[in-house]
């Protein structure tokens, strides 16, 4: 496997990752009309981190981290290093000591569809990981890959220089062409729950306030009382192997 290192790759606007930074994943996932997600299976090795930054991606071959180290190179200040692999990986890829080379360039995490150890160390280090897998086996360093160039994962394509967005719920991509666009509609949406979580606060309920009542009657869901209910399961012809489970044993 032969490869290519991309130097320099367009970037997501500055201010608008640091406007991104103050977002959760679900709400811009939503403002976006619900698009970028990355699935469920990328999950942080640490609670109460969210980081937003420009992705620096990596295409390994599994097993083998060599383009790892050259990726380190092409790493700097509000970067994201994000790693795939050619084909499956649960190997621990990246560890301890990545992160100490990498924190030292201003890269605020990592998020790899493979494997990582190390993980108590790189918790007490402060360096913030999402990963597919977490695996003690070491890798080896002897096969080609690329660097910054598109790559896909979670059935979503990550450019270098898009925006990546992690925190306790999953893993986002935002383009960098609208990076500014997510900014705005993430404060929209922001500005919308605020509103709506003043109104449950109040007592109003989610069926009123999202319209939902005409929903269920649409659907055609009725109320019943219990003892309209009981009676109605009652009157149903049944076998007589079966019996009521309102009246069950005890009642």
């Not at 086996?137 to 898009?162: E, I």
Request: with cysteine.
């Amino acid at each position: 496997m032969s490869g290519l290192i991309v130097t320099n790759p367009p970037k997501a606007a500055e201010k608008d990752v640091e406007a991104l930074s103050v977002y959760g994943v679900a709400t811009v996932h939503e403002a976006l009309g619900r698009t970028g997600l990355l699935g469920s299976d990328l999950r942080p090795i640490q609670q109460g981190v969210r980081v937003a930054g420009t992705a620096v991606t990596v295409l390994s071959w599994p097993g083998d981290n060599l383009m790892i180290h050259a990726a380190v190179e092409q790493c700097g200040e509000g970067d994201i290093l994000f790693v795939t692999t050619t084909s499956p990986s649960t190997d621990g890829m990246f560890g301890e000591l990545f992160a100490t080379a990498l924190r030292r360039r201003g890269v605020r995490g990592l998020v790899t569809g493979a494997g990582v150890r190390d993980t108590e160390e790189l918790r007490a280090m402060g360096f913030p990981v999402w990963a597919a897998a977490v695996s003690a086996q070491g890798t080896v360093k002897a096969t080609g890959g690329s660097v910054n160039v598109p790559v896909v994962l979670g059935g979503q394509s990550v450019r270098p220089g898009d925006v990546i967005l992690a925190d306790d719920d999953g893993v986002m991509v935002v383009p960098r062409e609208r990076s500014a666009e997510a900014v705005d509609a993430s404060a929209a949406r922001t500005a919308k729950e605020e509103a709506t979580r003043a109104a449950f606060t109040e007592g109003q309920l989610g069926l009123d306030r999202y319209g939902l009542r005409e929903t269920l009657v649409r659907l055609g869901v009725r109320y019943q009382s219990y003892e309209e209910y009981r009676r109605e399961r009652q009157e149903r012809p049944e076998g007589p192997e079966r019996r009521n489970p309102w009246d069950g044993a005890g009642t």
